[in-house]
């Protein structure tokens, strides 16, 4: 059973930039999440995708963007960065269902200078 | 929304001493309550779950209880190693439409040899 992937691992980008995060999610799950985690933080967020379709949001303004794909990998993006964005992102991938239990990714951490 | 808070935020014991974590929660529609262990530059990982039809549930060492009546929920570490040393979060969520958590803060707990 492969879990969940993420790239790049690590990532350092100028403000204003804009940057694409990707995610593969583990065999089998068709939903993914993606969080934000700050520094010394627990993880926030920012938002769903099931069938290839955005159904759930966090508190993230609409510059954080994302798409899933029929192979229920997924991308999020992030146009003008902000100081403030650099942080781990975690993708997480589960089955259908409130009920199923969340697996992370290794993250990719971003640094925006 | 929801809100989780957590305590103690540092929580420093000795190889051999058990360890308690507390959480509570705002919404009272939530109903699943996972506690997720993350080691230093590494993903979080799920170390148990709790539904809100249970009160307790036990995996080796490592135990969750939950009274909801008072919104609260708590891991509890037996026989603690050093390797249980890492940073603990519990989270929260809703029975809505997708799987969205929110996160306490998090405990590093350290276990000193």
């Known amino acids: 059973e492969t879990g969940v992937t993420q790239s790049p691992t690590h990532l350092i980008k100028t403000r204003g930039q804009q940057v694409t995060l990707r995610c593969s999610s583990q065999s089998g799950h068709n939903t993914v999440s993606w969080y934000q985690q700050a520094l010394g933080q627990g993880p926030q967020f920012i938002f769903q995708?099931?069938?290839?379709?955005?159904?759930g949001r966090g508190n993230f303004p609409p510059r954080f963007s994302g798409l899933q794909f029929p192979n229920y990998s997924s991308e999020l993006n992030v146009n003008a960065l902000e100081l403030d964005d650099s942080a781990l992102y975690l993708c997480a991938s589960s089955l259908e269902g409130y009920n199923s239990p969340l697996h992370f990714g290794n993250g990719t951490r971003l640094t925006v200078t | 929304g929801e809100n989780v808070e957590q305590h103690p935020s540092t929580l420093s014991v000795q190889e051999g001493d058990s360890a308690v974590i507390k959480c509570t929660y705002s919404d009272s529609a939530s109903n699943y309550f996972p506690w997720y262990k993350q080691e230093l530059g590494k993903r979080p990982q799920l170390i148990i779950d709790i539904r809100s039809n249970v009160g307790e549930k036990k995996d080796q060492r490592i135990a969750v209880t939950l009274n909801k009546t008072a919104k609260h929920f708590s891991l509890h570490i037996t026989e603690t190693q050093p390797e249980d040393s890492a940073v603990y979060f519990c989270?929260?969520?809703?029975?809505?439409?997708?799987?969205?958590?929110?996160f306490g803060k998090g405990t590093m707990l350290l276990v000193s040899p």
């Open positions: 989270a929260a969520r809703m029975n809505s439409g997708y799987s969205t958590l929110t």
């Open positions: 995708y099931y069938r290839e379709e955005e159904n």
